[in-house]
């Protein structure tokens, strides 16, 4: 179903860049969950554009709840965020249309709409459009949080800079809630952040891969057949603009180990059935194991460069030469971690739905 | 929706792997397209268990189309798939299903079925239910192909070994639908078959990379959002047992390119809008570019290894040993790669028909 | 979606009449319910041909359940439900395809699928198709009895003879359950009996109206727009062929009472809150207010009669006489009945499911 | 899926009546379809407070599409419609929601949503969320009208008064879309007003039934199962705040006729299969057969009545009486009627785009 996402708990996405708003509906959530507008904001400024390294646009992204929350809870319908565009700078995208940017969707926008599409500042396609799902998803991770499960997202890899891996999930993950540039080991960030600013002086643009944990996902969710708890997430995570990979555990290195290598043993913990090792990232059989869920999403570099590049001009069929102007981010790695947190909180949020019913939110 | 995928063409998947029957049912289909139940066989063939690399177990595999298809053509109702499981092993499941077999379903699958799952030869989590998949899938190809879209997948990498890449699409994707074990250098077949072979020899397990193109796709087809082309093909490859990554274009590896490597440029080509280099893999924006698609997909080591494991017994909670027998596949790629066509035309004809229609398909 | 129904658990319907097999895939089903198959067969009894006022086609209807039930209770995967077509006389429907019959499908189902559905017997048009529906309804009254939910139809009108209404509902559903022709009051049962036997000795047929009530439904079930109770189970009860309406509560009689005789004041009884009148059928904003579910179904004559009638050859687009010869109900209705409480049963389990989660069904 | 209908073509709804906003979001429509902002003004013309017959609540309802419009155009991207609550008097709902209104959505929101349903005006149940239905439906009746399908609906009967039926659809509906009170027998028109506020003076109310044609729409239309073409209209229909009943062409009647009297007999007209009489509205065995949809929606009387009801305090769970103050509708049935037109073109826009493909829509 086209921009609606989710089975028992779904979200409608709808907006353009430069349209009058944007937003989201969120549909199926129980009744009496607190929404915490300062847990919103917080998360809507950590998808926000962040010191040299972003686009020099400025969001102001005020997110307004017109329905489905009343006395500062959740009512049990549908809950529309909107968001206003205020600054838009929409002159010149009538020209433009005609050159698609290589990487972008300009091109398959105009073969999809048949040239209907909202040009302006990539339209539906824009990156923009991540900002409802932020707020969307700050409620649902709110209503994670509620039952004990944390979800974050560091950046495991920019610019050919790794940062290090998970080691004390929680507080790691605590490190993550706080931070702008959400890198666990504080040297590399700064390493990352300045291999940006260099490819943003040099007119070009980086990419990176984020790595995210989900912890205290209680075991049995998800189903062995198509909506497996991999097969959702990645499906959700290919919204994210730019998104070209998802891995779960030891991910594509599984291929090249031996299966006395990759299996996972089980061990009893405290009482409680636990892997010793977690290659296979918390799901077997498309279904949580109670271990920390793990994958990894790789984000290509950012396609709008300010360099020269090849193009063709759609109305004479010609090879053309394209060259931007105006305000792109030079890596969005950054920004897109807490879209990868919204969207899994949401896909993980459906799913317990489905399995506890939407009632079970409201328990203590 | 649990066992059922797709908007507009859908199937929904039944069965246990020592029950009566297993199937699956196509809906969807447009009327008028010829069934042809040679390409069904000949689609199942290739998944079948083949020589040393392969369990022992026969599977006879015999298709049956109890619905749907009327002198030779389907009726646009639905196709119910039906195959028989004619050898049965089934003596030791009751004592078996409480030591779980590590990176196998057999945990979660009591913990989300809380214990009345049929543990048999794993159940409905058993990769035989990839059997249903091949001949309904069997279906789709056949109307991709009236339609000139050509799907191939080859085995990229096996046991650390690497096959060549796609060059000449179409030529390759013929050699591939004749190939039992689908690799493009003949060379490194040999070779991948003596390294399974070994692995099996010392009672281990490898995995691999699939590596599929999608030939003659049109441009345009996709969602912006949520069912982007990219997350609906990985929604339904993470269905097939083992996959762990999906990677569309060149991947994970676009992670460390700038945009100006990245990108592919737009050129003219005949009179027609072709990318110079295709990194994304056929796909901008989550809709398809007219490019071949292109796509890997991570297959880990089977689970099923006959080395001595450490597991816990469920009724105990304590450690205990598990030492597999019985016929288990040392490896299971080349046997997973018809699957990953078939779930590949099912998912892309889901599309086509949202797009075009049901009546689409019956044009000459 | 089209031959699929419901949304947490849900049923998907396939085969034709003269077909190999018809059936049913019965999916969402929680794990360990006991599926009982003498209930089973007794449903299957109820909706059998029966006696002078039927169609003389035998049909066995054995039920075979060929996936995802386990030491006789569910496993919580789906549920294949087949049943084979034993006895079948297709030897003259190539001919016959071409003149439609009056009041059938014939005519929009050579529209819809363009001449290729399986003409024998009504293809899948076939009221045959609701026997799966009675197996997968069998499972889902299972469920709700087990939860203290019943439900009972009867023939409130046939040939213009009205049955007596519900009084004592559970005491009333009780008589129903044993009754092959579904009426209150045994006097009017013959007197029914009798009319069709007389229209049925003329070449013709009857329609009827069908009760319904479902007692112990608790309040808070339904959703206030589009899955409002009222919706779905009109959505799934227009599926029984010869349905041309649905009412509830008092329903069209509603529309002549004055707001001060329509409205169901609330009083408490026994501490509980309950409604004086049910002109509202139980069911307020699309939600259930916990009073019993009670609508009614009108079913038209069987379209199927022995006398001439005009239609068209399609052939040559010339009008024609028709004269049916074979096998054909004279009445429906006393079949349609369990039919009614299968979809019932089948769209309110989704319901609940949706409400409470899958695993509520397990609990005690 | 809660508040969201259709399958190619959906509809999300969301909002309360005394909140910030109501609207609903449309998603699945083709691109470059013109969107007339005098037409959508015209259809809430129709829907809005009419007279002395209607509620004093002043309702502006001025339509804004903040997307999937561009340049007067849809784009094909999702249109948010949105509708500011500007006149609320919000006071005195804190004390009114202990004491559920009979007939009213009151007690079953307490249920459902635990008490943490907005009670102002109705919350999400108030039938003003009609307002964004209409101006959704006032997009899907513009491209019906496009390919030459019409939909009208008249006031068949209200306060035991009847319209005369459809004569000439073409003419009738041309009436019906210019009329404010929708009724084909100008003489009945002021018979019924003159009944409505008779039962408003003496603080009663008046329920109705609509009739709907629906003219133009192709054969071939509907599927067998589940989703038939009355299943989905009817489970739209019961959307509508009042509705009770849903019958098709001769309805609830048929059950009186023998099937030689309720067959319509097919004839050809002019070169096309027609049926001479209409006893089946338009559909056959789910599917449409090229004749005018026919079916009618009972209406129940306004339940917001000034006479003193018996009700529960919920609070201490003793009787209670009820006196209403405020503003309310004595009849809805006249305003009901363009909410009627908007989800019977939304459900059928749904169904043709499933058939047809998005593109048909673009088609000439």
New interface residues.
């Given amino acids: 179903?086209?921009?609606?996402?989710g089975?028992?708990l779904?979200v409608?996405?709808?907006?353009?860049s430069h349209?009058?708003?944007?937003?989201a509906?969120l549909?199926?959530i129980a009744?009496?969950i607190p929404v915490d507008a300062a847990y919103i904001a917080h998360q809507m400024d950590q998808r926000r554009p962040y010191g040299a390294i972003s686009t020099g646009r400025k969001e102001s992204d005020t997110v307004?709840l017109?329905?489905?929350v009343?006395q500062g809870?959740?009512?049990?319908?549908?809950?529309?965020i909107?968001i206003e565009n205020a600054e838009q700078h929409s002159s010149d995208y009538a020209e433009q249309q005609f050159l698609?940017r290589?990487?972008?969707?300009d091109?398959?926008?105009m073969?999809?709409?048949?040239?209907?599409?909202?040009p302006r500042g990539g339209?539906?396609?824009s990156g923009r459009?991540t900002a409802p799902l932020t707020a969307a998803g700050a409620v649902a991770l709110s209503m994670l949080k509620k039952k004990g499960i944390l979800v974050g997202t560091h950046i495991a890899?920019?610019a050919?800079i790794s940062d290090r891996s998970f080691e004390d999930y929680e507080k790691d993950i605590g490190l993550l809630e706080e931070s702008l540039f959400a890198v666990l080991d504080p040297k590399k960030s700064e390493e990352m952040q300045s291999a940006i600013e260099e490819?943003a002086g040099s007119g070009?643009?980086?990419?990176?891969?984020l790595e995210t944990a989900v912890l205290g996902i209680p075991?049995?969710?998800?189903?062995?057949?198509?909506?497996?708890a991999?097969?959702?997430l990645?499906?959700?995570?290919?919204?994210i603009?730019s998104?070209?990979?998802?891995?779960?555990?030891?991910?594509?290195a599984?291929?090249?180990?031996?299966?006395?290598?990759?299996?996972?043993?089980?061990?009893?913990e405290n009482?409680a059935?636990k892997?010793?090792s977690n290659?296979?990232?918390g799901?077997?059989?498309?279904?949580?194991?109670?271990m920390p869920i793990l994958f990894?999403t790789?984000?290509?570099?950012?396609?709008?460069?300010f360099?020269k590049?090849?193009?063709?001009d759609?109305r004479t069929?010609?090879?053309a030469e394209l060259k931007l102007k105006g305000r792109h981010d030079p890596a969005i790695v950054h920004r897109a971690r807490v879209v990868v947190d919204s969207l899994t909180a949401l896909t993980l949020a459906d799913l317990l739905?489905?399995?506890?019913?939407?009632?079970?939110w409201?328990e203590a």
Same sequence: chains 1, 2, 3, 4.
Avoid at 283 to 290: D, Q, S
Wanted: proline content about 5%; hydrophobic content about 35%; some cysteine.
């Fill in positions: 179903m086209k921009n609606t996402f089975n028992a779904t409608t996405l709808f907006g353009e349209g009058e708003m944007i937003g509906v549909d199926g009744p009496g307004k017109v329905s489905g009343y809870k959740t009512t049990g319908t549908p809950i529309c909107l698609p290589p990487g972008h969707a091109y398959t926008a073969q999809k709409f048949h040239g209907f599409s909202d339209g539906h396609f459009l890899r920019c050919k490819a070009d643009s980086v990419g990176g891969v075991a049995g969710i998800g189903e062995p057949w198509f909506d497996t991999e097969g959702l990645a499906h959700a995570l290919y919204s603009p998104v070209k990979g998802v891995e779960f555990g030891t991910g594509f599984l291929a090249d180990l031996r299966g006395s290598e990759a299996n996972d043993a089980f061990v009893i009482g059935v892997t010793r290659h296979n990232g799901i077997n059989g498309g279904i949580t194991n109670g990894r790789a984000v290509k570099p950012t396609p709008s460069i360099l590049q090849d193009t063709v759609l069929m010609e090879q739905t489905e399995h506890y019913g939407t009632d079970w409201a």
